[in-house]
């Protein structure tokens, strides 16, 4: 008798062939690059350095697409934005020592934002492994230790041998929900010697998935069926896990309203009569949420900008569906459920009774977003409202953007319609300047077929403006829309308010134009009237383009404060 573990996958005669006999010439760089592409990967980005040149050097021998950016931080950031976009591992290739080190932000912001990133790193030779001092370039006593706290998991590789395990080891982690970046570190002389093993032809992994406890969700199931007034709020885990259309579903079915965080951006759709759009930071859906006697909370952990700066207290029952196990019942208590969003959605439509149609709902979401917007109206900011429906206006429903952490930005976060999911991203995860265009790169790169738009401000856009050059290299189909306010605008606005002056924000900066056409990239300096027609313009031009709009903008009052 066969069982299914005692089956093994026989190799053929012209796989048994290459084993016996692999081409001469090969290095441990090669069986990087061998593992990654027998995994599945097309593209990776990264920057070349002294201890990784065999990597690099293997990729002349490759299939794999290589983009190449200026600064590693600003290649972590086209990673991450490559395994939203894709949902596949997205491949980091880094050297040792600083050029690591100046990724780790962009490796804060993939956890933060569960992005699938696969960072392949260099290490000093062998020998000077251990945490002794030997003196090699770039040589940290534990440089693994710099990434733990920030990677899912952590993999070293002393000989060429473990190279295809621990890459494929890594993949799964980086696939395994919650996604996240992943750290495998080579040393120099393992990654430069010639190697006898075999060429790595497959290396297929199977991330495991993450099922709801049936007991869990029979509860949840009860208690939405007798819910008065339920409500929800879908968080980027809704996103990720490709689970817009049954949200959807289960909102209509127990007739929920529906308010979608800053990271779960397009998970409900904008304007359906459930749609409490993403004014998480407005008292009046603040104090909405907290009336609701159920409230199911997917894929969210009700951090800080989730949960109005913690002013959020419900008073009704919470049901938590988080795939993050350290987020459940991180902030408040609740029924926990440990699981991907996808899957517990489908347990619950499965499980949960219809119930009546109920137009009063639909009726406390109009009156809600007429608060909202009354407040608004009250604060006379006509000027911010103009320029982001202008943004709106001129890029195309399906096409992504990436936004930096910018005024425009946090506008963007709670009045911007997505249109679709997975299409509106930002670094509000960990918070970092100049993400949006080197992540628009990334995206480009990943989905060639659509425009890809990044909007900075001038502060964060100098700290990515090298990569300039990156796009222009490649002819990636990225319109860079740069708001112009002399400084740190939203810094500017936060210490005016708390020390009634500000220091250290406003900042001389360059001719975005001219700088952006010294790159041989087209760029155009536009106003609030003609920002609409302007950028439209930008986007439907082939290749990489410029828009600078010189404007100082203002924030919305908070309402956690009072």
């Known amino acids: ?47 070349p350095g002294q201890h990784a040149l065999g990597v690099f050097d293997a990729l002349r021998r490759s299939d794999l697409r290589y983009i190449g950016l200026r600064v590693e931080n600003n290649a972590g950031f086209a990673a991450d934005a490559y395994g939203r976009i894709t949902g596949e591992a997205a491949p980091l290739l880094l050297s040792t020592g600083p050029g690591a080190l100046t990724a780790l932000a962009a490796l804060q912001e993939a956890r933060a934002a569960s992005a699938p990133v696969l960072a392949v790193c260099s290490q000093v030779p062998t020998a000077g492994l251990g945490g002794g001092r030997h003196g090699h370039l770039h040589e940290l006593p534990d440089q693994a230790a710099s990434f733990r706290g920030v990677v899912k998991s952590v993999h070293t590789v002393r000989t060429q041998s473990q190279i295809p395990s621990a890459i494929a080891e890594a993949w799964t982690s980086a696939l395994t929900v919650p996604h996240g970046p992943v750290w495998v570190e080579i040393p120099q002389d393992v990654l430069l010697a010639e190697t006898s093993i075999p060429v790595v032809t497959g290396g297929d992994t199977f991330p495991e998935e993450l099922p709801p406890r049936p007991e869990l969700t029979a509860v949840a199931a009860d208690l939405l069926t007798r819910a008065e007034r339920p409500a929800i709020i879908a968080g980027g885990g809704v996103v990720r896990a490709d689970a817009a259309r049954k949200l959807r579903q289960l909102a209509e079915l127990i007739q929920a309203p529906v308010v979608t965080t800053y990271g779960g951006k397009g998970a409900f759709p904008w304007t359906h009569p459930l749609s409490l759009q993403s004014w998480v930071e407005d008292r009046h859906t603040t104090d909405f949420l907290e009336d609701a006697d159920v409230l199911l909370v997917v894929g969210s952990g009700l951090g800080e900008l989730s949960s109005n ?43 949960v009774g219809e119930r009546r149609t109920d137009p009063a709902a639909a009726e406390r979401v109009r009156e809600v977003l007429d608060k909202v917007r009354a407040r608004i109206t009250a604060q006379e900011l006509t000027l911010e409202q103009d320029v982001l429906a202008a943004v709106r206006q001129a890029l195309p429903p399906r096409a992504p953007s990436f936004w930096d952490m910018t005024i425009l930005a946090y506008w963007a976060w709670a009045a911007f319609d997505a249109k679709a999911p997975n299409t509106m991203h930002s670094a509000q995860g960990a918070g970092g300047l100049g993400y949006a265009f080197p992540a628009a790169l990334g995206a480009a790169a990943a989905d060639p077929t659509h425009p890809v738009l990044a909007v900075s401000g001038d502060g964060g856009a100098l700290y990515s403006v090298a990569e300039l050059a990156t796009a222009r290299q490649y002819d990636l189909n990225v319109t860079w829309l740069i708001v112009d306010d002399g400084g740190y605008g939203i810094l500017r606005e936060y210490m005016t308010d708390a020390f009634g002056q500000p220091t250290a924000t406003d900042l001389p900066g360059p001719d975005f134009v001219a700088l952006a056409e010294s790159f041989g990239v087209p760029g155009v300096r536009t106003s609030p009237r003609t920002l609409a027609a302007d950028l439209a313009e930008a986007l439907a031009a082939p290749g990489p383009s410029v828009v600078v709009l010189p404007a100082v903008l203002r924030m919305f009052a908070p309402t956690h404060l009072g």
């Open 1 to 47: 008798m066969t069982h299914d573990h005692d089956l093994v996958l026989r190799p053929t005669a012209a796989q048994t062939e290459a084993a016996l006999d692999p081409p001469p010439g090969r290095t441990g760089g090669d069986l990087v690059v061998e593992s990654l592409a027998g995994l599945g990967a097309t593209t990776v980005f990264g920057l």
């Open 309 to 351: 700066y913690h002013t959020f207290t419900p008073r009704g029952r919470v049901i938590q569906i988080e795939a993050d196990l350290g987020k459940l019942e991180s902030n408040h208590p609740a029924l926990g459920i440990h699981a991907d969003a996808r899957l517990a959605l489908q347990a619950l439509l499965e499980t």
